[in-house]
C-alpha cells in the first residue's frame, strides 16, 4: 500500500486550511457592513462547529508523524479544493452581508445564484467538506464520528436560525426556494 510522509500530512493539512482562510481575511475585510438584526442563538451552533473541528485535529504524537496512505491523502485533498472553491464562491457571492453571526443587513438580498443554486448555505457544506477532509488526512477512532456529529447538530442549529431570518424577511419567495434547494448537503432535503 502506497503511502505519504507526515510532512506531506501536515502540508496539505495546513497548506488547505491556509487558502480557505484567506476568504475570511482578504473578502471579508472591505465589506463589513452593520446588521439590522442578529440573532445570538446560531452562536451555540458555531462553538459546536468549532468543537467538532478541536476534535477532529487534536491528535497524539503518534497520528502527526505516522505515514498516511495515499488514498486519504488523495481524497481529503480533493475533498478541501471543492471546499476551498466552494467557500470563495459563496462568500464573493454574498458580498458585504456575509458575517459570522447570523443577522441581516438593511438592504439584505436573497442571494440564489452560483453556489447558492445548488444549496441553500453553501458556506457550511464547504466547513463540512473541510471536515471531512480533515479526517482523511488526519481522523482517527473514535474521534472523526464524534467531531462528525457535533458539527453537524451545530450547524444544524445555525441554518435553523439562519433560516428564520430570511424567511422572516422574504416570506413565501424563500419558502420556495427551501423547498426547492437543500440547506448544506447536496442531493439531500
Known amino acids: ?4 510522509g507526515p510532512e506531506v500530512r501536515l502540508v496539505l493539512l495546513l497548506g488547505a ?14 465589506r463589513r457592513e452593520k446588521a439590522i438584526k442578529i440573532d445570538p442563538k446560531a452562536r451555540w451552533g458555531l462553538v459546536l462547529e468549532m468543537a467538532g473541528y478541536a476534535l477532529m485535529c487534536t491528535q497524539g504524537p503518534g497520528t502527526w508523524s505516522s505515514d498516511l496512505e495515499l488514498w486519504r491523502a488523495v481524497a481529503g485533498s480533493l475533498l ?37 443554486s445548488i444549496v441553500r448555505h453553501p458556506i457550511y457544506a464547504s466547513m463540512f467538506s473541510m471536515l471531512l477532509a480533515d479526517a482523511f488526512l488526519l481522523g482517527t477512532l473514535p474521534g472523526w464520528p464524534v467531531a462528525l456529529v457535533l458539527f453537524i447538530v451545530g450547524t444544524e442549529i445555525r441554518i435553523r436560525v439562519e433560516d428564520s431570518l430570511l424567511r422572516e424577511r422574504f416570506g413565501q419567495r424563500f419558502v420556495e426556494w427551501q423547498k426547492s434547494k437543500p440547506a448544506y448537503l447536496p442531493f439531500l432535503r
Not at 17 to 30: Q, T
Request: proline content about 0%; aromatic content about 12%; cysteine-free.
Open 80 to 116: 478541501a479544493l471543492v471546499s476551498i472553491a466552494m467557500f470563495w464562491n459563496a462568500v464573493v457571492r454574498l458580498g458585504r452581508q456575509w458575517r459570522f453571526d447570523a443577522g441581516l443587513n438593511q438592504d439584505h438580498e436573497l442571494v440564489q445564484d452560483g453556489v447558492y
Open 1 to 4: 500500500m502506497s503511502t505519504v
Open 17 to 30: 486550511w491556509m487558502v480557505w482562510l484567506l476568504a475570511l481575511i482578504g473578502l471579508r475585510k472591505s
